[in-house]
């Protein structure tokens, strides 16, 4: 199974924890801004997401992969990523990230 993490720069990130590989990271630009980053994942039954609050005083959630959106294949993943760009004649896309 996969799940794409999502880390808003500026208010939070979110890293896989245990049982979690990650495949690929996207930067989402709208307008020439970048405003998420998108990490498809691979994870097992067991995995775990970290949930970072950037800031002072921001807290860390460590969250089951149980209640997220789950992708059957990485394709099916980097769909779901994609319909984020076509949507009517907005100026948006996706980076591969390093």
Do not use: C, H, W
Not at 22 to 46: L, M
Not at 78 to 96: Q, V
């Amino acid at each position: 199974m996969y799940v794409v993490l999502t880390t808003k720069p500026g208010e939070y990130r979110s890293e896989g924890g245990e049982g979690v590989e990650t495949i690929a990271a996207y930067e989402y630009r709208f307008y020439g801004k970048t405003k998420a980053i998108f990490t498809i994942a691979k994870i097992n039954e067991d995995s775990r997401v970290l949930i970072i609050e950037e800031g002072p005083g921001g807290t860390t959630n460590n969250i089951t992969t149980r209640q997220m959106e789950k992708f059957d294949t990485v394709d099916d993943a980097y769909a779901e990523l994609e319909s984020l760009t076509n949507f009517g004649s907005i100026d948006a896309e996706l980076i591969k990230a390093e």
